[in-house]
Every structure is written in C-alpha cells, then in structure tokens.
C-alpha cells in the first residue's frame, strides 16, 4: 500500500517559519490534508485538499504538494502551535486512507 | 456547528469486545455522502484507520484488523458504533471517531470526537 513519510522532528523559534514535508511516490497527484494534535487532545485538520483552510484556522498555515513532496508551512510560529502534525492522504489503490508518522514540532 | 460525542467503557478485558458510539449532533447523519469513521492511537505512536460506514450502511475496513472490527451506523438515532473483538493489550488506545469529507480518493477528517481511552 502507499507510504508517506514525515520527519520526527522540527524545532523552530518563535516568529520564524516552520516547514513540515510529506514525501510520497509521486505524491503530486494525490490530495494532501494536514492535522494539528496538541498534546492530549483530538487531532483538529488544518489543511485539506493541499492547500485549503478550514473556517477558524489562521492565514499563517499554508500547503502545498508537488512532485514527491507535500508541505505545510507556519508562518510567525507561535508556542501555542507546538503540537505534533500529521499528513494524510487517501490510497486509491487499497480505498483508505493513509497517515504519516507524524512531525513533532519544538518551538524553541 | 457539527459536533462528535463519544462514549463507552475504557477498561476491556482481555479477549472480549470494546465497544464504542459516536453521537453526531449538528447535523443529520442521513444527509450528504459522509464515511464516518474510526481512527485510533497506540500510547505515544500515530493514527491508524480503522475503517468507515456510510449512511447507507456500506462500510470499509482496515484489512489488517482481519474481521474483528464492526462499524455500524443507527441514522434514528444519529450516531455510529465501533465493535473490535477478541482484544488484546495491543488494542490499547486513544480511540476516535471522525466525520470523513470529500469523495472518491479524497477523504479528510473533520471535525473528530473527544477521543476515548481504551485500556486492554
């Protein structure tokens, strides 16, 4: 089945960019959705369809997916977005969907 | 604004079934062509899916749970079931319901329960 594959791990300091990457075979052509899990709470989405916002989710969070590699990107980070960020896409080939191990992100 | 509400034991014995329900409110579980779904956390690890059931009854599952995962769905009572047989401390989990949007070869997942923790 389809693989994703995401960096444990991202530290950045507040008010830098934070840049999380979703690497999959030819990944350009399938549609990438990122969520946002807060430690102890439900994930939430915060990206869907590669680059779309959900209602209530900050302009500081972007997407985008090209080639093998999906990215979201988190502008003017802030300590309230530590939390670990999970990609996801759905695998035509079986019919479900498929989740990346997951980005930890530090703000430092 | 669509809310999932869940509940059900967090302690499952050995061998025997947890079991899980998923209360929508908010919205009409009958409306739309939604997969709601069930996604779970092993302690300190990422999501896995379950599987997913239509409002039609049709499900999807996780083939690697090899028939021991049931998803129902009571669209009179607005809500949707997890049923996982024979469990074992593998099982233990953080467990999560979640409405599935988009359509063929897009899903993603908004908004999620609480999530409930299920210890074997």
């Known amino acids: 089945s389809y693989v994703v594959t995401q960096p444990p791990s991202v530290s950045v300091a507040p008010g830098w960019t934070a840049t999380f990457t979703c690497g999959g075979d030819n990944i350009g052509t399938k549609r990438v959705n990122w969520y946002q899990q807060r430690p102890g709470q439900a994930p939430l989405l915060v990206i869907y369809y590669d680059s779309d916002r959900p209602s209530g989710i900050p302009e500081r969070f972007s997407g985008s997916n090209s080639g093998n590699t999906a990215t979201l990107t988190i502008s003017r980070v802030e300590t309230g977005d530590e939390a670990d960020y999970y990609c996801?896409?759905?695998?035509?080939?079986?019919?479900?969907?498929?989740f990346g191990g997951g980005t930890k992100l530090t703000v430092l | 604004q669509v809310q999932l509400q869940q509940s059900g034991p967090g302690l499952v014995e050995p061998s025997e079934t947890l079991s899980l329900t998923c209360t929508v409110s908010?919205?009409?579980?009958?409306?739309?062509?939604?997969?709601w779904t069930w996604i779970r956390q092993p302690p300190g690890k990422g999501l896995e899916w379950l599987g997913h059931?239509?409002?039609?009854?049709?499900?999807n599952y996780n083939p690697s749970f090899k028939n021991r995962v049931t998803i129902s769905i009571d669209t009179s009572k607005k809500y949707f079931s997890l049923k996982v047989n024979s469990v074992t401390a593998a099982d233990t989990a953080f467990y999560y319901c979640?409405?599935?949007?988009?359509?063929?070869?897009?899903?993603?997942?908004?908004?999620w329960g609480q999530g409930t923790q299920v210890t074997v």
């Open positions: 908010g919205m009409s579980v009958s409306s739309g062509d939604y997969a």
């Open positions: 979640a409405r599935g949007l988009g359509g063929s070869d897009v899903y993603w997942f908004d908004p």
């Open positions: 996801q896409v759905w695998d035509s080939s079986s019919d479900h969907p498929v």
């Open positions: 059931v239509h409002y039609t009854g049709n499900t």
